[in-house]
């Protein structure tokens, strides 16, 4: 199977502008998760899709949102640009096919990286 | 609150030689524990997971870990490193607040300096 796919790879934006992400997960697999990596703060959840519904988020703000389609692609966006949003942008997708998925490996993509001026 | 502690952030080592990277985990996250790998300019790749059972858990690339409850610890370990492991590693384990459900809380990574 094809793994995670992410793109575009890299991104250059001025501060104010929004940005849009793809992700496309492992065929068969209904969850996808984005986390940002900076080196001040390592990794963070972003938030989680299933079944196109967002399905838990973490402490970010609403400037950063996404959504899922019906053939589980995923898509984040972040509006108003800061540039502390410049970060390596991950995607993860599972199979989430127990309700509770504590044990289920996440998959993850290589990641956008978003440089912001 | 739930933490991930990876007490190194750098390593280095000379090849052939042994490695111990630390992690310890809060005893208010699971106990499913999770080893990831980041190469340079990659995403993360699984090492090894603990779910249950033995305590010792072998992973690819020769990578072990070993769970001990007791002192809330999941070391990563390979017997003799060679150049190509030269990246960063990361400790995790499922987010438990907000019914996450399996969304990952990371360690700060440790990276991994092999030299000739």
Not at chain 1, 11 to 38: D, E, M
Request: with cysteine; hydrophobic share 30%; charged share 15%.
């Amino acid at each position: 199977k094809a793994g995670v796919t992410q793109t575009p790879r890299y991104l250059i934006k001025t501060r104010g502008q929004q940005v849009t992400l793809s992700c496309s997960p492992i065929s068969g697999h209904r969850s996808v998760s984005w986390y940002q990596q900076t080196p001040g703060q390592g990794l963070q959840f972003l938030f989680e899709y299933f079944s196109e519904t967002q399905r838990n988020k973490g402490n970010f703000p609403g400037r950063f949102s996404g959504r899922q389609f019906s053939n589980s692609r995923s898509e984040m966006n972040v509006s108003t640009l800061e540039l502390g949003d410049s970060a390596l942008y991950l995607c993860a997708s599972r199979d989430r096919g127990r309700l509770a998925g504590e044990t289920d490996t996440q998959y993850f993509g290589p990641g956008t990286r978003l440089t912001v001026l | 609150a739930q933490s991930v502690t990876q007490l190194d952030s750098q390593v280095p080592v000379f090849e052939e030689a042994p490695v111990e990277l630390r992690c310890n985990y809060s005893s208010s996250v699971s106990v499913y524990l999770f080893w990831y790998v980041q190469y340079p300019n990659q995403g993360l790749q699984l090492l090894l997971k603990y779910l249950s059972g033995s305590t010792l858990v072998k992973g690819i690339n020769g990578f072990e870990a070993e769970f001990n409850k007791s002192q809330t610890s999941f070391h990563l370990r390979k017997p003799s490193v060679h150049i190509s492991d030269t990246a960063e590693y990361f400790c995790a384990a499922p987010w438990l607040e907000g019914g996450s459900q399996g969304n990952l809380i990371f360690g700060k990574g440790t990276k991994l300096s092999v030299k000739p």
